[in-house]
DNA sequence: TCCATAAGTTAGCTGAAACTAAATAATGTC
DNA sequence: GACATTATTTAGTTTCAGCTAACTTATGGA
């Protein structure tokens, strides 16, 4: 009768789930979590429950949850695992960006603190993953720069294409084929209405972006002069 | 409604001990499983069953399971991702010895076949692990070659040091330090009852090894003259 | 052959994490 | 401010994989 306080996968996904939507949101509503774990939101609110019992969240019913410092801690540690195996993937391995996504989804858990380590230094300590996101370090910092999304700017409108949502491989492929990849610069010179598709100019080349691909596609706005 | 046939981590722990055991004594018994799997014989006496009705094993009440050809598949492709994880990280990540099993048990359930795949590229598709077991090919090919427990020869006898399990870390720095590997040639030159030591030659320094040691390592004996 | 002991099985229970269906709260519109 | 709609929670089940306690079978001596 040990209580075991073992933190299981499916509570360092949600722990992670919540953050990302803490970050984009401010707080992580039951639905969309439920959404991204695809799980019912009947299932998402239980969980949420079982999160603050572990003291990984706090939450009021009705208006969705907040992690802990304790649970922020468990986020990060996740994605830390999950970033550094993309990019390991990546680099070591050779595999495509818009494969790695879901062999890290599964390996993160199951990574040991000597293993990340290695990983680590091995790739040199690096501080972004192969989709552009930040990798917190070993002591958890993270700095999550403000970006917008490519189909919220107007024409006229540049920047720095920054990152893109990882877990969309035909997205990532659709990106790939045309040469178009994070860091890269850009400028809005078109925009259609109706969630229409956006015309981008890259380094010379103009493309045609679908509204579901702008939405996916974060970019760090030039400073107004 | 897709009879989804998930085959669970659990499982395939299951399949690989059973495969084991059948190696050693030409079944699994109840309790040598349950000692394996550190659960109890009431646990593995019911987890036997559903081996059975995923169609993994045929066993009848009483005495024993024995792999089917589904159950051996899915035991050596186990074995196959956790020997090639050990030397990977051996090899590539500098780890101990007497670390990567730890390490090998969670993440050999994890590892998809692409990756699994890039590893064996990597080492140059390699036949054994750092323990001296062998590793199955891709076609799931395994030679198991017939050898002796240390502890079972006689005075005199000769051979060659060939594996040693890979479950107990102290018995493995034990034999580092004395710079002990699978692959040493060696003589028996004296043994004590009761289970007692063995005076063992290698190339030159004899050691005394204590009979758990010795039982855990084994031995390939010169043929016969 | 009988029986004590060891080995194995069954029954019943637990906790995780999912589900469906039903109930309840929050919200936005008129 | 009432109420229809949407979001969230609760209640009740399910499956998996473990456990303990109680029971059953196998086995090896005497
Ligand atoms: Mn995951
Ligand atoms: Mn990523
Ligand atoms: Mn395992
Ligand atoms: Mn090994």
Known sequence: MVHEQLI?????????????????????????????ISVTPASASQ?????????????????????????????????????????????????????VHAEAEALEHVLSEQVEERIAARLGEPVVDPHGDPIPTVTLEIEECATRGLESLEPGERGVFTRVSDSE????????????APGDRLEVVDKQPFDG?????????????????????????DPER
Chains 1, 2 share one sequence.
């Open 8 to 36: 299981s996968a499916a509570v360092e996904d949600y722990a992670k789930a919540i953050y990302e939507l803490e970050v984009r949101d401010g707080r992580a509503r039951t639905s969309a979590l439920a959404d991204r």
């Open 47 to 99: 969980m949420v429950k079982r999160l603050a019992e572990l003291g990984l969240v706090s939450y009021s019913r009705y208006r969705g949850a907040r992690l802990t410092e304790k649970g922020r801690r468990l986020a990060l540690e996740v994605i830390r695992h999950h970033r550094l195996l993309e990019l390991f993937l990546v680099e070591e391995f050779g595999m495509s960006w818009d494969q």
């Open 169 to 180: 491989p035909a997205m990532l492929r659709f990106l790939a084929e045309r040469g178009i």
């Open 197 to 221: 598709p956006v015309f981008v100019r890259f380094s010379g080349a103009v493309e045609v972006l679908g509204g579901g691909l702008a939405r996916a596609m974060r970019v760090r706005l």
